[in-house]
């Protein structure tokens, strides 16, 4: 069927105006299409981030009930971290148990007539005057120093002898 | 003439122009609105979320760690402070010393405590304790050797033998370690870790040393009292 325009043509738009005008419109309507898309997405992301969101608050909020009621636990427990801390910096303290150590490893293997007259013990070094009735006492005393293996430096600072206590032998001894 | 016909062009023109592009505007001024409050919403509620979530984890850790230690807290809390005390630890390691000498067959002839002042800057605080032991020489240094293994934790420092026919003389000077309790607890919400090998290594060494022995004191009273006037 043949269309006839009945307006003056001096009263018509312009094509020109009307194919931006539909190309507005179609604009229009795909982006109105994608907004609505958009605005239902969004709706349901808010919704579901709200809905666990809430969900862990309240198990978060239920644990902190938990953790409060075993307050007493968590203080020893922090008290016996603490305690452990500071112990391990103690244990790890300069201390002559060592030399105390080794001096009674070379005590016991020393000959059964030696004495031990005089001792100093520090941190790192320790100081012996051994005292032997006998060359042959005198002999193991030597023997007992250099073989015990406890020592890796062994210095022997003075030599003398008495007719009273006999042989007096000092040894700066370092482990 | 014109000029009229070419106004009424124009307006003709624009009303078919005018709406679709105040809808345009519209549109795009919803989308502005979506994208920057909606969507920054989500973002906003997103990290909530995964703030939420690493909390739930860290506590959930935590009461995990409460939980399996509630039995073993107690004595292991008493084993630690035993061996590191929160107060001047003189008496105790006094105690220790005279029965640890006593079961070695060793007099004690001196015995002197200083310091032990608690300075607050300082981690640790020291005690010097100085002795003179009057004994064999054999069992004074096995007496020295068991102060390495009792709590309170000491450390020995300078130790001095003079010995004449057997029987030693020997000074000794030990500095024993206390340390103030943490006074506050951290934040709920801080994490907990539970004991590290390092630390049970250290708590099942300090269980096998020599425990002082502390005596209990009965509660005396309250008794009823004696009606003074009923004879």
Same mark, same amino acid.
């Given at each position: 069927?043949?269309?006839?325009? /009945?307006?003056? +043509?001096?009263? #018509?738009?312009?094509?020109?105006? $009307?194919?931006?005008?539909? =190309?507005?419109? %179609?604009? &229009? ?25 809430? /969900?862990?608050? +309240?198990?978060? #909020?239920?644990?902190?009930?938990? $953790?409060?009621?075993?307050? =007493?636990?968590? %203080?020893? &427990? ?98 | ?231």
């Amino acid at each position: 069927m043949t269309q006839i325009n /009945l307006l003056p +043509t001096d009263l #018509a738009p312009r094509p020109k105006i $009307i194919r931006a005008s539909l =190309v507005v419109k %179609q604009i &229009l309507t795909v982006g109105f299409i994608l907004f609505i898309i958009l605005a239902v997405a969004v709706s349901i992301f808010y919704y579901l981030y709200s809905r666990d969101l809430k /969900l862990s608050q +309240t198990k978060v #909020a239920e644990i902190k009930g938990n $953790i409060k009621s075993l307050e =007493v636990t968590e %203080q020893r &427990l922090l008290l016996v971290k603490d305690r452990l801390d500071k112990a391990k910096l103690v244990l790890g303290m300069d201390s002559t148990f060592d030399e105390i150590e080794a001096a009674s490893t070379l005590f016991s293997s020393l000959p059964e007539e030696a004495t031990l007259s005089s001792a100093q013990f520090e941190v790192d070094k320790s100081k012996m005057l051994l005292t032997s009735p006998n060359t042959t006492t005198l002999n193991g005393v030597i023997a007992s120093v250099i073989s015990s293996g406890v020592y890796k430096y062994v210095d022997m600072t003075s030599f003398s002898f008495t007719p009273e206590t006999g042989f007096n032998v000092e040894f700066t001894l370092i482990k | 003439m014109n000029l009229s016909k070419g106004i009424s062009a124009i307006s003709t023109n624009a009303r078919v122009l005018v709406w679709p592009f105040i809808l345009l505007a519209i549109l795009l001024f919803l989308f502005i609105f979506v994208l920057k409050i909606g969507i920054g919403q989500i973002i906003s509620l997103r990290e909530e979320l995964v703030t939420s979530k690493a909390e739930e984890v860290i506590l959930s850790q935590k009461l995990n760690v409460l939980n399996t230690s509630q039995e073993s807290a107690l004595p292991l809390a008493d084993l630690s402070l035993i061996a590191l005390p929160s107060e001047n630890p003189a008496l105790t390691i006094i105690s220790q010393l005279k029965t640890l000498s006593a079961e070695r067959g060793i007099t004690i002839s001196n015995i002197e405590a200083s310091g032990g002042a608690q300075q607050e800057t300082t981690i640790i605080n020291t005690i010097e304790v100085n002795l003179t032991l009057n004994g064999e020489i054999a069992p004074t240094l096995d007496f020295l050797k068991t102060l390495k293994t009792t709590s309170p934790l000491v450390t020995l420092d300078e130790v001095k033998v003079n010995s004449e026919v057997g029987l030693a003389r020997v000074e000794v000077k030990i500095f024993g370690q206390f340390a103030p309790l943490p006074t506050t607890l951290p934040a709920i919400a801080s994490p907990l870790n539970e004991l590290s090998a390092e630390d049970k290594d250290i708590l099942a060494k300090i269980s096998t040393y020599n425990l002082p022995v502390f005596t209990e004191v009965p509660p005396s009273g309250p008794y009823e009292r004696p009606d003074l006037f009923n004879f």
